[in-house]
């Protein structure tokens, strides 16, 4: 079974930082896409930032020059680091990644649960 793990969330002041990590564990053939998206209260789920196995990124614009999303293959980890954050960046973050579980498997989308993350004075 695979799982996402999302961490790194919490209550912080407009132009504060946070770092949010995701961890990908259980049965990895290969692990390719992966992205951190976003929902705010009453507001549809939205792309953040994605990062493709070979490192190139696509943000939001409503993100960019702010956020910058990062993986470490060895530790099957995506990282979106958040700079200058606004109160309308406040929403839960969802980690997503696209692997294929064993060889056998076609690429399959994979969510976690979110994390919370609040910005506010």
């Known amino acids: 079974q695979v799982q996402l793990v999302e961490s790194g969330g919490g209550l912080v002041q407009p132009g504060e930082s946070l770092r949010l990590s995701c961890s990908i564990s259980?049965?990895?053939?290969?692990?390719?896409?992966m992205g951190w998206y976003r929902q705010a209260p009453g507001q549809e789920r939205e792309l953040v930032a994605a990062i493709t196995s070979g490192g190139n990124t696509n943000y939001a614009d409503s993100v960019k020059g702010r956020f910058t999303i990062s993986r470490d293959n060895a530790k099957n980890t995506v990282y979106l680091q958040m700079n200058s954050l606004k109160p309308e960046d406040t929403a839960v973050y969802y980690c997503?990644?696209?692997?294929?579980?064993?060889?056998?498997?076609?690429?399959?989308?994979?969510w976690g649960k979110g994390t919370l993350v609040t910005v506010s004075s």
């Open positions: 997503n990644a696209n692997l294929r579980p064993t060889r056998y498997s076609p690429d399959i989308p994979f």
């Open positions: 259980g049965s990895i053939f290969s692990l390719n896409a």
